[in-house]
T-cell receptor
Framework: DAGVIQSPRHEVTEMGQEVTLRCKPI?????LFWYRQTMMRGLELLIY????????DSGMPEDRFSAKMPNASFSTLKIQPSEPRDSAVYFC?????????FGPGTRLTVL | DQQVKQNSPSLSVQEGRISILNCDYT??????FLWYKKYPAEGPTFLIS?????DKNEDGRFTVFLNKSAKHLSLHIVPSQPGDSAVYFC????????????FGKGTLLTVNP
């Protein structure tokens, strides 16, 4: 298995633009998690899905953030409009039991 | 509300010596604890775990100790190697069918040759 796949690996955009981050979980995993890592806040959970259904989105910072999981093999995290304070590394992880497997992350820079 | 605290942002040790990384938690519902290791430009990877019914779990050079009464766990690495240099995250799990993990802010371990 290729593991969790995220794209793009790096994204540089200007304030106000829409950003879409993509994730392909490990086949057979029924949980998918989106995290954001910053120096100030560490690794924080944004939202997670179980069987493609959002279970807890309490970590989503504000309405500019949205996430979808249209099928078991694909999820997106969208920021619209983006702001400089959204600059961070965004990780996707998937699991079928208690252990989560992380993707390599997307480094987002909003200028 | 920080349920997981890793109070040492960084730790530096000499190769061959012991590294001890600490983690404190506040939620008594946590019943399973994982340690993740993260290299720069990579996602975290699972290292070792311990269930709340145990007080020690060992895997090669890595040992995790759990003190439930003190709500404290520690990760020991013996002997430390330069390749162990990474950020280590303590991550408790609250049990049941909820597979959500809570992460500490991490400790950057540097092992000097």
């Amino acid at each position: 298995d290729a593991g969790v796949i995220q794209s793009p690996r790096h994204e540089v955009t200007e304030m106000g633009q829409e950003v879409t981050l993509r994730c392909k979980p490990i086949s057979g995993h029924d949980y998918l998690f989106w995290y954001r890592q910053t120096m100030m806040r560490g690794l924080e959970l944004l939202i997670y899905f179980n069987n493609n259904v959002p279970i807890d989105d309490s970590g989503m910072p504000e309405d500019r953030f949205s996430a979808k999981m249209p099928n078991a093999s694909f999820s997106t995290l969208k920021i619209q409009p983006s702001e400089p304070r959204d600059s961070a590394v965004y990780f996707c992880a998937s699991s079928s039991l208690k252990m989560q497997y992380f993707g390599p992350g997307t480094r987002l820079t909003v200028l | 509300d920080q349920q997981v605290k890793q109070n040492s942002p960084s730790l530096s040790v000499q190769e061959g010596r012991i590294s001890i990384l600490n983690c404190d938690y506040t939620n008594s519902m946590f019943d399973y604890f994982l340690w993740y290791k993260k290299y720069p430009a990579e996602g975290p990877t699972f290292l070792i775990s311990i269930s709340s019914i145990k007080d020690k779990n060992e895997d090669g050079r890595f040992t995790v100790f759990l003190n439930k009464s003190a709500k404290h766990l520690s990760l020991h690495i013996v002997p430390s190697q330069p390749g162990d240099s990474a950020v280590y995250f303590c991550s408790p799990h609250s049990g049941g069918s909820n597979y959500k993990l809570t992460f500490g802010k991490g400790t950057l371990l540097t092992v000097n040759p």
